[in-house]
Each structure stands twice: as structure tokens, then as C-alpha cells.
């Protein structure tokens, strides 16, 4: 029979509770202990963005996914008969190693619609400047100085008017200062590092840990009263714990950049604060790719999803504000987020997603 490390794999079952809690809680140490221990003192003084401190950084919490995924078949995978051979799941497959590119879609679709609201701002960006083209050059003929922002009743234009403006605003605000930088972020060293790892290797590595190496143990646990599986909801709202906690050494390195004279309690305080809603939203991306993880089974999917919510990163209110150009469209903007949430929240039970939950259908096979 060919070794399970290779083929198929019958999951363990009724793992009790306490056990797994266990196993998640020593990968999530290890994941983060691993950055402090094996990391060189003398790299560890240097600060977090430094291309060298990445690189170290990278490497380990490369090194930590490679161990988690290795010893995951060893820890779960059970001996199988003969019989069982052709019909059970690759060992692989639970941890979510499946290729489902119009299913990866869905899930980047789904992200997207929540971040509507952000869009749109990027758009009417895009629609203010081509409208003060529009003002400066009628204005010029009249001497007059352009404003600071325009309101969204200025007179309307004619649509092939409006394009040709909206094509040169494209091109000043979008597609030009983007080949004006190109270059000079290809030659910066540390710039490529930064998004190699808040884009690619940070993404990937806490989504196996964190999701593919968690989940599945978490599904098949039984809990101490009675026989009783934890249900997906549950799973996916605990898996998340670690997850969060695992952030929560970004207090150590914030409060580490503080100078000795600059460490007062209301410095700390606030830290405290960006902290807990630093951990917040974490715990809460992590149910929301938690529950994805274990609708979809699809460990490239959630990955996508990190990697979209990394690069828009928090919303966009600084149309809020009455100083911004974008004041002038605050209903419009705030109604889009509004829609945004609730297609979003929709999304959930629509066709994006299998009906059924496919890791958990794999996992009680």
C-alpha cells in the first residue's frame, strides 16, 4: 500500500475537545514564538518593515508551515484497509490542497462586493477630477481661481464631453503615476519585500495554519458531555480565537518602536486600544474565511480572500470629513457601503457557495 503521506487518508473521528484545543493552541504558539526564537538578536532590533528582518521572518514562518502541514498526516490520518483505499480523500484534501478555480471566483466576488463603498470613493475620485478639468477650463477664459472641491449639482455635461474627461482624469490620477512609480518600486528593494509578504507569504502561511491545519481537527472533535460534534458555526467561530491571539504580539512590537521617555499610560493606553481593535477585526475575518473554508473546502479560495482584504485594507471614511472633496457625495457613498454590506451579508446563502459544506462532508465520509 502506498504511504499516507502520499494517497489516501481516513480522517480520525471523536477526537475529544480538549485534545484538539491543545494541538491549536501549541501550532498557534509555535507559529508566533517561532518569530522570536530562531529570529538573531541582532536582526530582531532592526525594525519590522527592514528588508532583512522580512527576509527572516519570511523564512521561518515559511519553515512553521511546511512543519504544520508535515506533521498534520501524522497526527490525523488513520491506517486504511484495502477496500477503503480507492474511495477515500487524499490526506491532502482536507487541508483544502483542491483546485476549484470558478468556485476561488465566487469567493473573490463575494470579498469584493463587501468593499463597494471603497469603490465607489475610488471612482468618484476619478469623476471629481475629470469635473474640475472641466471647471478649470472654462474658467481660465473667465480669469477665475478653481475651488477646492466642486458639489455634485455643478451643471451636467454631455456624455461624450464627460468620458473624454473622465479618460484624461484615468489616466492622471490611475494609469499614469502608476508608470511614473513603476520603476522606481521595482528598484525598491524594500517596498517589493513589504508586498511580498502582506500579499503573498503572510496570506498563505496563516491561512494553512490558522484554517486548513485547525478546521478540520476542530469539526471531528466531540465535546466532554456527551458524544457531540462541535457544529461548523462553532468550529468557525473558535478557530478564530487562535488566530486573533496570534496578533496579538504586534503590541509587543508597536510598544518595543516607543522610546523609554515616550512610554506614558495614555501612549500605552491608546496602544492598548489599536490592539484590541487590531484583534477585533482579525477574529472576525477569521470566522468569516473560517465559515468559506468549510463551505467550499477550498484552501486557495480563502487565501484569495486574505490577499483582497490585505491590499483594501480598512474602509475609506475620510469622505466624512468636510474638508473632503468627496464631501459632497457623503449619501452617495454611505448608501453604497450600506449596499455593499447588505449584498454581502446575502451573499452568504446565494449561489456563491455549496449548499452543503464540503470539508464537512469529506471529514464524516
Known amino acids: ?31 508566533v514564538a517561532a518569530l522570536y526564537i530562531f529570529v538573531p538578536s541582532t536582526i530582531k532590533q532592526l525594525p519590522r518593515d527592514d528588508v532583512h528582518h522580512i527576509k527572516w521572518r519570511s523564512a521561518i514562518i515559511l519553515v512553521v508551515m511546511i512543519i504544520g502541514i508535515g506533521v498534520y498526516p501524522l497526527l490525523f490520518c488513520q491506517t486504511i484497509s484495502e477496500e477503503d483505499y480507492v474511495i477515500l480523500p487524499q490526506w491532502y484534501r482536507y ?120 478546521l478540520p481537527p476542530l469539526l471531528v472533535s466531540i465535546t466532554t458531555k456527551g458524544n457531540n460534534r462541535l457544529t461548523p458555526t462553532q468550529a468557525s467561530w473558535i478557530a478564530p480565537l487562535f488566530f486573533g491571539i496570534a496578533h496579538l504580539h504586534h503590541f509587543y512590537e508597536k510598544y518595543r518602536q516607543i522610546q523609554s521617555k515616550d512610554r506614558s499610560n495614555k501612549v500605552i493606553g491608546q496602544l492598548v486600544l489599536v490592539v484590541i481593535v487590531q484583534w477585533t477585526y482579525t477574529t472576525l475575518f477569521g470566522a468569516y474565511v473560517s465559515h ?22 480598512l474602509p475609506n471614511v475620510s469622505f466624512t470629513h468636510p474638508t473632503s472633496n468627496l464631501y459632497g457625495y457623503f449619501w452617495l457613498i454611505l448608501i453604497m457601503y450600506c449596499v455593499g454590506i447588505f449584498g454581502f451579508v446575502v451573499g452568504f446563502d446565494s449561489v456563491l457557495f455549496p449548499k452543503d459544506s464540503i470539508l464537512v462532508s469529506m471529514l464524516h465520509y
Open 292 to 313: 468559506i473554508f468549510v463551505r467550499t473546502g477550498s484552501l486557495f479560495g480563502v487565501t484569495f480572500a486574505h490577499i483582497i482584504c490585505n491590499y483594501m485594507g
Open 95 to 214: 487541508l483544502g490542497f483542491t483546485w476549484q478555480p470558478i468556485q476561488d471566483v465566487k469567493i473573490a466576488i463575494h470579498v469584493l462586493i463587501l468593499y463597494l463603498g471603497s469603490f465607489t470613493c475610488s471612482w468618484l475620485k476619478i469623476y471629481h477630477h475629470s469635473r474640475i478639468l472641466h471647471w478649470e477650463k472654462e474658467e481660465r477664459n473667465k480669469g477665475k481661481s478653481r475651488p477646492r472641491h466642486l458639489p455634485p449639482t455643478q451643471q451636467q455635461l454631455p456624455i461624450m464631453i464627460k468620458l473624454l474627461y473622465l479618460l484624461q482624469s484615468l489616466q492622471y490620477t490611475w494609469i499614469q503615476p502608476t508608470k511614473q512609480s513603476f520603476k522606481s518600486l521595482l528598484d525598491d528593494v524594500e517596498y517589493r519585500w513589504i508586498i511580498l509578504r502582506n500579499l503573498c507569504i503572510a496570506p498563505l502561511a496563516e491561512e494553512i495554519i490558522f484554517r486548513a491545519c485547525l
Open 1 to 31: 500500500m502506498p504511504p499516507l503521506f502520499i494517497h489516501q487518508c481516513h480522517h480520525a473521528h471523536n477526537i475529544p475537545l480538549v485534545y484538539t484545543l491543545l494541538y491549536c493552541l501549541s501550532l498557534s504558539t509555535f507559529f
